[in-house]
């Protein structure tokens, strides 16, 4: 982020706070981390079809769906408007 690094033009002046947050860095995509999408048809064809029906509430098993990281955002972005620093 060239805002916090000192290195880059504008970066010493802006004198930011930044926090890692790192449940931020990727949605968790449980079993089906590493699969293809053609491998995750054939290997979890029951799970396939309902994430093509509702992808927004869908959980593959041992993942986190995207209700779940839109909830992580509101939190994480509260918390830094409540902090009032830049979060990434």
Known sequence: MAAADPKQPGGAQCKVKVMERPQMSEIN?????G???????????EEWDRFVKDP?????PR?????????????????????????R
């Open 63 to 87: 993942a986190e769906s995207y209700h779940d990281l839109s909830s992580t955002f509101f939190i994480s972005v509260f918390f830094c408007h409540f902090h009032t620093s830049i979060c």
């Open 29 to 33: 995509p449980g079993v089906w981390d």
């Open 56 to 60: 927004y509430s869908f959980r593959a």
């Open 35 to 45: 699969l293809t999408v053609a491998d995750a048809k054939r290997e979890y064809p």
